[in-house]
């Protein structure tokens, strides 16, 4: 076959291939959809190392958290004045940078940085960013732009220490945690929370004098359920004898502010959860505690309502039956329980048939 032969042999397949695919789309829009893609392509991928899976280890190399303070010359650059993880030295070339949709720029700040950028048609492959670095998006924390802090460094000192000598178990910086739970930079109060959140176990060293500041810091109305989520599990990692009674009390009180229905949309059930996880830790919980929770049965949120089951449950297993079969009896008062709390509550009444006939 000559070649203008099998070129138009294969021009007809792709053709078919093309009408078979896209019968209804005119060659101008596929066209200009083809040419807007190889566009994209063209523009980042000569200048920009992809980053292909598994690209983990690779990403963690690519984050610099730099102190940074604007140079005089109002240029909207920075000028690094220190280094608090760069192990790639990717600063090394400059001490000035230019950061794009800085908050604040006229003020020193703490800055978590990265070149490398999504890919605009691969979903789970990155590129290095020609256009240069970027401030990062952190999880449960926000932008990671800080204001600066010494408290804020002793932290970061301490978890970058221990990742690299996880034998050593220097004492935790929870001083300078609650610090900045109190500071007026609203990113280091989220930072500090999520911290104490993901090491409890740290409360387990805390004073007395750390607990009454942790246990202040939970009254403080300008928390969202989000980070009281957070505090609250790290008030119960806290020795017993520094929550005793307290804890309880204010996790009630979360209980009594947001009674049914909830925002499935919020993390209003999984503070809830929280609560009643803290409240099972506590031996006694009284009538009133208990009627309190039964409310939560009644929760638009299986999650919450199973939280409460089970911990009524643990309770007073015989007051949670008893109250169980009143509501079967009155219809109206069932439907009030949503269908997935019906079937979970009618099988534990099943499970607990046996065990009474034994007795």
Partial sequence: MSSRNQYGSVQASCNAARQRWLPDAPPVAVTGV????????????????????PFEA????????????????????????????????????????????????TECRILVLSKYVRHPLYRDE?????????????????????????DFVTVVEHVLAAKAEPDAVPSPPLDALLKLLESADQPSRRMAAFELAMHADWMTQATSVQADSLRLQLLQPHWSDELLDMLLLAAAGLPAQSRQGWLHEQALQILRQRPPPHDLASYTPQLLRTGMAVLDDRSSVSEKD????????????????????????????????????DWQAVPQQWQRLHAETQRQAQQWLRERAPTRGSG
């Fill in 34 to 53: 083809l040419v807007w893609l190889l566009s994209l392509t063209v523009a980042v991928t000569p200048a920009a190392e992809i980053i292909r899976p």
């Fill in 58 to 105: 690779s990403l963690k190399s690519r984050y610099v958290l730099i102190i940074a303070h604007p140079t005089p010359d109002a240029s909207g650059e920075l000028r690094i004045k220190r280094r608090l993880w760069d192990p790639e030295q990717l600063l090394q070339e400059t001490d000035r940078i230019r950061i794009s949709k800085l908050q604040q720029p």
């Fill in 126 to 150: 990155f590129l290095d960013d020609p256009q240069g670095f970027t401030v990062q998006e952190l999880n449960l924390v926000g932008a990671g732009e800080f204001a600066c802090s010494n």
């Fill in 290 to 325: 208990r009627a309190l929770i039964m409310q939560m049965l009644q929760s638009n949120a299986p999650g919450v309502a199973k939280s409460a089951l089970q911990l009524l449950a643990r309770v007073d297993a015989e007051a949670l039956a008893a109250q169980l079969q």
